[in-house]
Nanobody, 116 residues
Framework: QVQLVESGGGVVQAGGSLRLSCVVS????????LAWYHQAPGYQREWIGN???????HYVDSVKGRFFISRDNAKSTVYLQMNNLKPEDAGIYYC??????????WGRGSQVAVSS
């Protein structure tokens, strides 16, 4: 059974930084692309980036150059480094492994608040 535990969220001033972590269990972590999603208050959850098994990353335009995804296969953990945070970055952040042909599995997410 896939389990996801996100952590690292909190309250930060605009322009500040946070690093989120997501521990993944129940899969062969090394073999999967991992993705991060953002759900702003009142909006649907949206993909913001992912990291492939070869550590190649992709990002949505709105976070390029500010957010960086990395992975530590030994710890089955994926990270989201968020810099120069903006008020519109506030919300809940989720990670998940990309499991082709299977329904997505979600954790509880990590809450981020950005004060202006």
């Amino acid at each position: 059974q896939v389990q996801l535990v996100e952590s690292g969220g909190g309250v930060v001033q605009a322009g500040g930084s946070l690093r989120l972590s997501c521990v993944v269990s129940g899969i062969f972590f090394d073999s999967h692309t991992l993705a991060w999603y953002h759900q702003a208050p009142g909006y649907q959850r949206e993909w913001i980036g992912n990291i492939q098994t070869d550590s190649l990353t992709h990002y949505v335009d709105s976070v390029k150059g500010r957010f960086f995804i990395s992975r530590d296969n030994a710890k089955s953990t994926v990270y989201l480094q968020m810099n120069n945070l903006k008020p519109e970055d506030a919300g809940i952040y989720y990670c998940r492994p990309i499991l082709p042909g299977k329904d997505p599995v979600w954790g509880r997410g990590s809450q981020v608040a950005v004060s202006s």
